[in-house]
């Protein structure tokens, strides 16, 4: 504050700001609440014509800071008054406590503008005010930390907590605890958030990488970052701790540990909003696909093991796992005639699932943070063969699936002996890798790796593989041509694709409008507890329950395709005839639940009698507003997010008997989870025999 304070009534370090003078000043009699509206004198850098028309050398703004020593919180308003009747200027900035680490000072800034009209320069003073906003954000921290060092030579670099007068007057002899002032402030630049909107986080502690007092959830110690995560600013361990703890409030399933976390945080440049929506689309799709089971419950077929041309060998320098590829000696037309697209995908998952766990034991080795691999791959052999479409297009997808699920893992990519076609498959597959990712990528034409700069300076001489000149025998297979007698037809393939991926006790279905999906359960035992467990991958749904003495009729295709569709995102089957009446021919069991696009719900019902249980996913419409005919904004921009009425959903539905089920014999007990921003205020609902539990 002190140091904020010195910037009136003039500051060099802000030559548009000219003089500002006090209009009122108020100080609570406990000095704890200090108010002052100040209006401030600014020369803004405008076209001299537009000063012209408009008739003013200088700007006025009106400026409100109030100061709270007891909750220690600073709020700083700004508003034009200058053209206030043409253009509208609201700013705030506000400095609070961090909740998780009282040594560090959250920063957070807002602005707005609004253009009415401005002598038909609109646009130009748009562009203007948003030039001057976004110097004014990178300026600010400099002039914060110009004045703290300032204070630091003038000797005062402790400030003391404020505290009420009457305990002063009591403690009068005791000396209170004094907290450093940091003469300098380091946030990186990925921090600053473009546009209208700034948030940073600021260390105000003398020395960041002494442990501070608090829990494991709150706080990180410093020897468990160094030992497992690296370094991380004050910023990033905050954005760590804040994702994690997010996570464990509204994640059901298992949470990923700080260093997976961290991968995804790292991919978004510690953008929290970003890192998080990543971060649940990829648990999502491990849970569809049971990929934190895939090293247990998977052997890849043996035509993988004899011709896949890859494996792990030893580790780098740096101690990454080294994993070896020799692309150019390996068939990929022939792996794909012979196995299909997603048995090689489901390889390449296992082969990163492998990678991960190598890290975690490199970690424990080294004894220091090991969070990826180095991939060598070795391209002598390639040639216009591994250019076939369907082969690069199963390579595509391969990328598509790793950088969004398994980011920041690789370290460094080294591609050796790249023939002159190589420039034509680097065209192809460029565009979907990451940036970030494309840093990594180290590639050598001929035998230049073998020079300065090459292979020696990241492997150790004693484990280059003996195909690349070394005198390490590398048990990596040789590849080879597949044999044609290994080829399968398209349509074993296609069914080969689809037992691949309904390995997964999960399944998926589409909702359209006017088409929910609905799933048959016969009940032969009252008291027997159907469970459920599903999410909401797009779009969002109506879950019910439904009871009837009856058997419907078994979905068929008709000429209309009415009762049973079937996409690339999942079957979409409906049971209940439309002739059906709700209350004669079918009764509802329990309340609708409305659950929104990202939501993990899990739950269970108690059924009362024997019979026949329906259970339905319904497209859900947003209701109009009652008072007016007019649609409101939240129902327009949420009918945008699903593109052609179009709802998909990933469950799992068992039926336990009563004697084995240990869960509440009296409820409904369901329970949500959001993985994303659009989730909106849930609602609970309750009936004599069932209630609902839902949390986030």
């Known amino acids: 504050l002190q140091a904020y304070e010195r910037r009136f009534p003039t500051c060099p370090l802000i030559p548009m700001f000219v003089a500002s003078d006090t209009v009122h000043e108020y100080k609570s009699e406990d000095e704890a609440i200090h108010v002052i509206e100040r209006r401030c004198k600014l020369d803004i850098d405008a076209p001299r014509l537009l000063k012209k028309i408009a008739g003013v050398d200088y700007v006025y703004f009106v400026q409100k800071n109030s100061l709270n020593r007891r909750e220690r919180t600073l709020h700083i308003e700004a508003y034009n008054e200058t053209f206030s009747n043409r253009v509208i200027i609201n700013e705030h900035c506000s400095y609070t406590v961090h909740p998780d680490n009282e040594d560090w000072t959250c920063f ?63 403690e009068s002899s005791t000396s209170h605890p004094r907290r450093p002032v940091s003469p300098a402030i380091n946030i990186p630049e990925s921090a600053t958030k473009e546009g209208l909107n700034n948030k940073e986080i600021l260390n105000t ?145 296992s082969i990163n699932e492998e990678g991960l766990r190598r890290c975690e034991e490199n970690t424990k080795v080294f004894g220091r943070p090991i969070s990826s691999w180095t991939c060598l791959v070795d391209l002598e052999g390639l040639n216009m063969r591994h250019l076939w479409r369907p082969g690069v297009k199963a390579l595509l997808r391969i990328i598509e699936v790793v950088e969004a699920n398994y980011p920041e893992t690789l370290g460094r990519l080294l591609i050796l002996r790249a023939p002159r076609v190589f420039p034509v498959l680097w065209t192809l597959v460029s565009p979907f890798i990451d940036d970030n990712t494309r840093k990594k990528f180290l590639i050598y034409a001929g035998n230049d790796y073998q020079g ?153 019902h108690v059924t009362r009698w024997p019979g026949f249980y329906i259970l ?44 084995d089920f240990r869960g509440s014999m009296t409820s409904l007990e369901s329970s949500h989870s959001g993985f994303s921003q659009l989730s909106a205020a849930t609602t609970s609902s309750s009936q004599s025999h069932s209630s609902s539990m839902i949390s986030r």
């Open 205 to 349: 502690s003398s020395s960041p990488s002494e442990p501070t007092a608090g829990t494991p959830d709150d706080k990180l110690d410093a020897d468990y970052i160094k030992r497992y995560l690296g370094d991380l600013t004050p910023m990033q361990e905050s954005c760590l701790i804040r994702l994690r703890q997010w996570l464990q409030e509204t994640h059901k399933g298992k949470i990923p540990k700080d260093e997976h976390i961290l991968r995804f945080l790292r991919a978004r440049d510690f953008n929290i909003d970003k890192a998080r929506e990543i971060l649940c689309q990829s648990l999502t799709w491990r849970k569809q696909h049971q990929v934190d089971y895939i090293l247990d419950t998977w052997n890849p077929p043996q035509v993988l093991q004899d011709y896949y041309a890859g494996g792990w060998h030893h580790h780098d320098k740096d101690g990454r796992p080294l994993y070896v590829l020799r692309l150019g000696q390996m068939d990929t037309k022939g792996l794909v005639r012979a196995l299909g697209e997603e048995a090689l995908l489901r390889y390449v998952l």
């Open 452 to 604: 300065p700069g090459g292979l020696l300076d990241y492997i150790d001489k004693e484990i280059i593989p003996d195909f690349l000149g070394g005198e390490c025998m590398c048990e990596v297979p040789e590849g080879g041509l597949v044999p044609k007698s290994l080829y399968r037809t398209a349509e074993e393939l296609e069914n080969e694709d689809i037992k691949l991926w309904t390995e997964t006790i999960y399944q998926s279905a589409s909702v359209f409008k006017g088409a929910p999906h609905e799933v048959l359960i016969q009940i032969v035992d009252a008291s027997s507890v159907i469970t459920w467990d599903f999410d909401v991958c797009k779009g969002d749904i109506v879950f019910n329950i439904f009871h009837s003495k009856r058997a419907p009729q078994p979905p068929k295709k008709d000429s209309l395709g009415a009762h049973s569709i079937t996409s690339p995102g999942g079957n979409n089957v409906q049971l209940i005839d439309k002739v059906w009446q709700l209350g004669r021919d079918y009764s509802m069991v329990e309340s609708p639940l409305i659950c929104k696009e990202g939501e993990s719900v899990q739950g269970s």
């Open 616 to 659: 339905q996913w319904k497209f859900h419409s947003m209701p109009a507003c009652a008072a007016t005919n007019l649609p409101r904004v939240d129902d327009v921009l949420a009918s945008l997010q699903v593109s052609s009425h179009k709802c998909k959903v990933m469950y799992y539905t068992e039926v336990i008997g009563s004697e």
């Open 108 to 170: 957070e800034q807002s602005a707005s503008l609004d253009i009415k009209s401005f002598f038909g320069f609109e646009s130009t003073v748009e562009k203007i005010a948003m030039k001057q906003y976004t110097s004014n954000i990178k300026k600010g921290k400099e002039i914060i930390e110009y004045y703290l060092k300032q204070l630091e030579e003038e000797g005062i670099t402790f400030v003391p907590r404020w505290t009420p007068p009457v305990a002063c007057k009591s």
